[in-house]
Nanobody, 125 residues
Framework: QVQLVESGGGSVQTGGSLRLSCAAS????????MAWFRQVAVKDREGVAS????????YYADSVKGRFTISQDNAKNTVYLQMNSLKPEDTAMYSC??????????????????WGQGTQVTVSS
């Protein structure tokens, strides 16, 4: 059974940083396309970043390019999202997801078949 458990969320001020973690079990992150999505209330889920199987390629939403970095630690079977220069508009529930491959476009949630419960990120001005 695949399980993805996020952690690292919290409340920070504008300009602050957080590092989110996604600990995986029942799936090997190095063999999957892994991604981070975020959602605010009733809005659609938004793809934030993804990393291909093996970590060779990374993809980012335009809104986070240059500020967020996705990475993986194969020994820990964990995916990370380093978030710097946070803005109030980054406030959301962040979830990680696993898919068979990073199909194009990577940010479509239907490509991913395993999801975590999410961790809340709140950025205050």
């Amino acid at each position: 059974q695949v399980q993805l458990v996020e952690s690292g969320g919290g409340s920070v001020q504008t300009g602050g940083s957080l590092r989110l973690s996604c600990a995986a079990s029942g799936v090997t992150v190095s063999r999957r396309c892994m991604a981070w999505f975020r959602q605010v209330a009733v809005k659609d889920r938004e793809g934030v970043a993804s990393i291909s199987a093996g970590g060779g390629s990374t993809y980012y939403a335009d809104s986070v390019k240059g500020r967020f970095t996705i990475s993986q630690d194969n020994a820990k079977n964990t995916v990370y999202l380093q978030m710097n220069s946070l803005k109030p508009e980054d406030t959301a529930m962040y979830s990680c997801a696993a898919g068979a491959a990073c199909f194009s476009p990577w940010f479509l949630s239907r490509w991913y078949n395993a999801w975590g419960q999410g961790t809340q990120v709140t950025v205050s001005s």
